[in-house]
């Protein structure tokens, strides 16, 4: 820890990609982080034959949507390739184990901090938390919510005036909880897709650090329900189609950041001072 001086208890809850990995490097050095639990999960999916055919069309005509994720993760890997040893970790197959609910009420965790991981279930819900359970999203919520990627999806309805991220307070439902705080990202330039992607996800995580710091300094952030701000639409992966992916790329190559939609009203959700 170098810059924040605070007594709280923090455990992460979070998948093994290497931008989560970054994230917990990053949250680690700022804030007492007593223990991890790594999600792992098993790839079990069945591939039909028409899937196998997009998949190839994918590789063949729309390469530029897996080299840019592919090329964030190797810079993030890169950059931090392991977690600090002497903080005690779990690994599960699902984050809503039980044995999850136990490691973490051993440590006495007073904030737990997720991101990337499955949904949590109703029963992960039972700990006893003097601060809570936070969440990361990346997205714009509540306009955009759900998977695989929303910025991708922004681009796919071509509205890139979306793309941003939340940081709300996790209950039951898919990025519904109440909103501690969210921002549009900003680009100066016209990034390339990989770059994009860079840059939404390290704004992801400094936003993350920035709304943990204010939690750990004990302001009171009950958090605003997504309803009083606006009407969105959750998306989902079994929706992400070779349709909306050509959708994605020509509408990325169109775009000027410069350029907002004047019919479209956006509210952002701001730190409490």
């Not at 909880?177 to 390290?202: A, C, D, W, Y």
């Amino acid at each position: 820890m170098d810059s924040i001086t605070q007594t709280n208890r923090l455990v992460l809850w979070i998948n093994k990609e290497p931008s989560q990995v970054a994230l917990a490097c990053k949250i680690i050095n700022k804030f007492d982080v007593i223990g991890i639990v790594f999600e792992s999960r098993p790839h079990k999916r069945k591939i039909s034959f028409k899937k196998i055919i997009e998949k190839i069309i994918e590789k063949l005509t729309l390469k530029e949507l897996d080299i840019a994720w592919q090329d964030m993760q190797y810079d993030y890997e890169n950059q931090f390739p392991s977690i600090p040893n002497d903080i005690p970790y779990l690994e599960v197959e699902n984050i809503n184990q039980q044995e999850v609910i136990q490691f973490t009420k051993n440590l006495k965790a007073d904030l737990i901090i997720v991101s990337g991981t499955s949904l949590i279930k109703k029963h992960m819900f039972q700990l006893e938390l003097s601060k809570g359970m936070m969440n990361l999203h990346t997205g714009l919520s509540p306009y955009i919510k759900g998977g695989p990627n929303c910025t991708n999806w922004c681009f796919a309805i071509n509205k890139p005036e979306l793309i941003g991220n939340t940081v709300m307070w996790l209950d039951e439902g898919i990025d519904s909880g109440k909103i501690i705080r969210t921002e549009k990202t900003v680009f100066n330039h016209k990034p390339t897709f990989s770059e994009l992607h860079q840059i939404v996800m390290e704004h992801a995580h400094q936003l993350y650090i920035r709304s943990i710091g204010s939690i750990v300094e004990n302001k009171k952030i009950p958090g605003i329900d997504q309803n009083d701000i606006g009407i969105g639409i959750t998306y989902y992966t079994k929706n992400w189609t070779l349709n909306q992916k050509r959708k994605a790329l020509n509408n990325f190559k169109k775009w000027q950041p410069t350029i907002v939609d004047p019919k479209l009203t956006i509210k952002t959700i701001p730190l409490p001072n």
